[in-house]
């Protein structure tokens, strides 16, 4: 079954919003285009209490970006953002929903982040997401959505470890750090990632 899998659309990672990523707002449209192509649409939205260890507010003394360990794994402090029940939390309203089946919600835990929309990120707790996915017969599953080098680069990188056939639609995702996002590219079609445009789906 092919499926198209949105990573946290959500408006804090949108233009002004608290961990903005450039153009982020320009895939929604693109997003929204391709839907149809899919038998199957689920989302994910990073959706963290307000005492999370991944905010750098919560470190007396550290900044933003600074990293440090959290429970043995390395942790960026990012700002505050995607607060459960925030505006700023809430999928983009252009986004169609009316297509999404599920939403699987992650960074719920305030003692560990959760990039991949599989697991946590000491990989202790799954979301679900797999055993979702195996049931409804999904092993086709194409990602898109925000931001492309860290919660779609690690969701797909779990994805490929899960068995599924993975495709990066690269004009629906837009990253934090560009160079960065284009040495995860060539790391991925190494491993077997297809990485496509959207036109590329005869849409």
């Not at 689920?42 to 440090?68: C, L, M, R, Y």
């Not at 505006?87 to 719920?108: C, P, S, V, W, Y």
Request: aromatic share 8%; charged share 30%; proline share 3%.
């Amino acid at each position: 079954m092919k499926t198209l899998i949105i990573v946290d659309t959500q408006y804090d990672f949108m233009p002004g919003g608290a961990l903005a990523v450039k153009e982020g707002d320009a895939i929604v449209p693109v997003i929204n285009r391709i839907m149809h192509n899919f038998d199957l649409v689920v989302a994910t939205q990073d959706w963290h209490p307000a005492n999370h260890k991944s905010f750098a507010s919560n470190h007396e003394g550290k900044e933003t970006f600074d990293k440090i360990d959290l429970h043995g794994t390395e942790q960026v402090l990012w700002p505050d953002h995607c607060v459960q029940e925030s505006q700023g939390a809430e999928l983009h309203r252009d986004l169609n929903d009316e297509a999404i089946t599920a939403i699987f919600r992650k960074g719920m835990n305030p003692e560990i982040d959760s990039y991949s929309a599989f697991y946590d990120n000491s990989k202790q707790s799954p979301t679900g997401l797999a055993g979702y996915l195996r049931e409804k017969g999904a092993g086709d599953l194409y990602f898109c959505g925000l931001a492309a080098d860290i919660c779609v680069y690690f969701t797909l990188t779990d994805a490929l470890k899960e068995g599924f056939k993975v495709t990066l639609i690269d004009d629906a995702t837009r990253p934090l750090d560009k160079d960065e996002y284009e040495k995860q590219k060539k790391k991925l079609t190494g491993e077997g990632v297809r990485v496509i445009k959207s036109k590329d789906l005869n849409s």
